[in-house]
């Protein structure tokens, strides 16, 4: 009995290693086909917040890490600079939405030199389907409604959902998703615009 549970023991063992050794090595070698699908993704999404127009360098490479900022992000977020024949052009931004329905809602935010919206998308969610996914461009296209907007100080209140008085529209049976997602839109371009100079003297560091 005891040669046999020591039998079946060895055996188990034997598997789990082979098993453990397969999905380590699985993952080798997937590793690079899975970045360089990321990099496509990150590409795809940077060229639709930035227009192909407006720079000639790759998006994705050009990535700075910034500071945190509280009215933002409490974390340091990455960032992607557009240049032109070397001179910087655009920025997209990476941010969150911490106070959405269901969780945070992580948003990149496209913008020129003037801190004017080129475009803006929403990365990922946990949102109410039917309800609050409709920040998703495949739903509706409420997300345009940012482009060529920007923050000043004459039209602060004017950064709201129609429901507080501002000029955005909100979802039938969910505004606190689109509440949310203006707030950090707006406080996203009041950053850039507050910190320019420092944001584009940023060393480019988590670029691949």
């Known amino acids: 009995m005891l040669n046999a549970m020591k039998k079946n023991g060895g055996i188990l063992a034997i598997f789990a290693v ?3 050794a397969l999905v380590a090595l699985t993952n080798w070698v997937t590793q690079d086909t899975i970045l360089e699908q ?4 990150l590409q795809k999404t940077l060229n639709q917040v930035i227009p192909k127009s ?3 360098n790759q998006l994705y490479a050009s990535c700075m890490l910034l500071p945190s900022q509280t009215t933002v992000t409490p974390n340091p977020m990455p960032a992607y600079l557009a240049t032109k024949e070397g001179k910087p052009t655009a920025i997209a931004i990476e941010t ?3 106070d ?13 030199m003037n801190g004017i919206i080129t475009s803006s998308r929403v990365l990922a969610h946990n949102e109410t389907p039917g309800l609050g996914d ?3 461009t495949r739903k509706t296209k409420w997300i345009f409604s940012f482009d060529n ?3 000043t100080d004459d039209n602060q209140s004017e950064w709201a959902v129609r429901k507080d008085g501002g000029q955005f529209d909100q979802f039938t049976g969910a505004t606190i998703t689109p509440r949310a997602v203006v707030k950090a839109i707006k406080n996203t371009v009041v950053y850039f615009k507050e910190n320019k100079e420092t944001i584009l003297n940023q060393p480019l560091n988590c670029g691949k």
């Open 38 to 41: 990321q990099q496509l993704d």
């Open 134 to 136: 409709k920040i998703e």
């Open 54 to 56: 407006m720079h000639d």
């Open 100 to 112: 959405g329905y269901n969780g945070a809602i992580k948003i990149i935010v496209g913008l020129d």
């Open 149 to 151: 907007k920007t923050v």
């Open 96 to 98: 969150y939405a911490p």
């Open 18 to 20: 082979a098993s453990t």
